[in-house]
């Protein structure tokens, strides 16, 4: 029997709840810029309010310094902080972290922006077009304090916000409460408070694997809360597996004796300790948007620089061998998804015709004499370039797979669908270390895993540089082909 969110008497039980693409819409493309553009406003008032009580109420007119100079420095800064923001993880928008968690956060931030501030005062006065000029300490101690102030506050109109939103089933969570009866009807009756912090409860339903999918599509749901006293490592490694694989957020009430087999963080919320089993680092949707800028700033370059070449290139297939320039071929990328690969030919136009899909070998006949040295160079996967520019691939990411081999992994290794957490890249963790080719499908899926379980953009860059100097030492030694 299934236990809807309207059994128990509360107010907000009956208000709308809005599905579809408006809840992440609403908390990443109004919230996140407003966020930012708080802080900067914040930042900035800070520093004008500072300049003008130091200058107006503690110092005769004549004396005052020119007001251009920290009108000017104040913007500078303002400008600035959203990326020390950004880098103390204050635009995460994890709306089940209370406000006071991030007090110490924004306080650090603020501190780090006054202490930059500090020091370009220092070493950069001379420079100024202002002879003899002194920067007020008490102005930059003031804005600090201030900028604390300032920021929190705003911090706070925003929660406030959202809660107003939610109230009203914006940029709620459609939450389904799933496990123990005898607990989930009481949190089914404190609905209004987890509807507050952004959790609209739908129902509660014992936790039964056969029906759990269908429940979740009924309900349109995109989190569970999970209340099992109990709960087996099968389970939770089972839950762990449907949160990766589904998008899903999956929050659980910890028992005592509760063992986890995926990683979790703790957290609350209506003051109910939880651990959230978490996502890889590319589920999240600022990392997405921090991946899919620097592939447009790799493609968009590469694209421009390297059209010269690519253009010699394309003259030499043209008239070295009969057959198109390019070479379209079918791979997998994120969710399964395929799409039509890009690469310049390198080989004879029925390459495959007597023999189905197969891999390449060294000294391969069917290869053109060009299309061996492109190979050998990697040259021949420039044109993914456009594959990347177009959003169908990722410069770093586990290399496609074509759709007949991608079958025979998911029957030999267990965590292949896994790869397929992220968009497929021209470069990839395992290729950087040696994996490339025809080489062991299960050592390649762990590379790859290790990759989409540890992303982050400096781990991009150090692939890339590894990729290059990857690149030069297989054509030297002769390992591609």
């Known amino acids: 029997m299934i236990k809807t969110s309207s059994s128990p008497p509360n107010r907000l039980s009956q208000r709308p709840i809005h599905p579809g693409g408006w809840p992440s819409l609403h908390r990443l493309w109004l919230i996140l810029p407003l966020l930012i553009c708080i802080d900067i406003t914040a930042i900035a008032l800070a520093h004008f309010v500072a300049y003008w009580v130091r200058m107006h109420g503690m110092v005769p007119p004549d004396v005052i310094p020119p007001h251009e100079i920290y009108l000017r420095w104040g913007t500078l800064m303002a400008l600035v902080s959203p990326l020390i923001f950004a880098l103390n993880g204050l635009y995460e928008l994890r709306h089940h972290r209370p406000l006071y968690q991030d007090y110490s956060r924004l306080a650090l931030a603020v501190s780090s922006v006054s202490l930059l501030e500090f020091t370009f005062a220092f070493f950069l006065r001379d420079l100024l077009p202002y002879a003899g000029f002194t920067f007020s300490r008490l102005v930059a101690l003031w804005s600090w304090g201030l900028g604390i ?18 109230m009203r089933g914006w940029g709620v969570h459609r939450t389904l409460v799933i496990g123990d ?3 989930t009807e009481g949190y089914l009756a404190r609905s209004d408070v987890f509807r507050q912090q952004g959790h609209a409860l739908l129902a509660a339903a014992p936790l039964d694997w056969p029906t759990l999918p269908e429940l979740i599509a009924t309900h349109q749901a995109d989190s569970l809360l999970v209340v099992e006293p109990g709960l087996q490592r099968q389970a939770l490694y089972d839950l762990s597996v449907m949160a990766r694989r589904s998008g899903l957020h999956i929050f659980l009430v910890p028992d005592i004796v509760q063992l986890v087999a995926a990683p979790v963080c703790l957290t609350e919320l209506a003051g109910t300790p939880l651990l959230a089993l978490q996502k890889t680092p590319l589920q999240y949707r600022t990392n997405q948007i921090t991946k899919r800028a620097l592939d447009l ?11 010269p070449l690519m253009g010699v290139i394309a003259l030499a297939i043209r008239f070295t061998s009969p057959g198109p ?8 990328s ?4 395929p799409f039509m690969m890009l690469k310049f030919r390198t080989m004879r136009t029925d390459s495959e015709v007597h023999t189905g899909p197969v891999w390449a070998a060294e000294q391969d006949p069917r290869i053109t004499p060009i299309g061996r040295f492109l190979r050998r160079a990697s040259l021949d996967e420039l044109p993914q370039l456009l594959n990347v520019l177009s959003g ?18 998911q029957a030999a290794v267990v965590n292949y669908p896994d790869r397929h957490y992220v968009k497929a890249g021209m470069i990839g963790w395992a290729q950087v270390n040696g994996l490339r080719g025809n080489t062991s499908i299960e050592e390649r899926t762990r590379l790859d895993l290790y990759y989409i379980e540890n992303w982050s953009l400096l781990f991009d860059l150090r692939i890339i540089l590894r990729g290059f100097y990857t690149v030069i030492d297989d054509y030297l030694h002769r390992r591609a082909y």
């Open 325 to 332: 320039i390019l070479y379209r071929q079918e791979r997998i």
């Open 334 to 337: 994120r969710q399964g998804e």
């Open 392 to 409: 169908q691939m990722s410069f770093v990411g586990p290399r496609p797979e074509r759709p007949f081999f991608v079958e025979q992994f």
């Open 181 to 183: 009866q005898a607990y």
């Open 149 to 166: 102030a300032f920021v929190i506050t705003g911090r706070w109109a925003v929660r406030r916000l959202q809660r107003y939103l939610r």
């Open 297 to 307: 700033l790799i493609a968009l370059t590469g694209l421009v620089m390297l059209s």
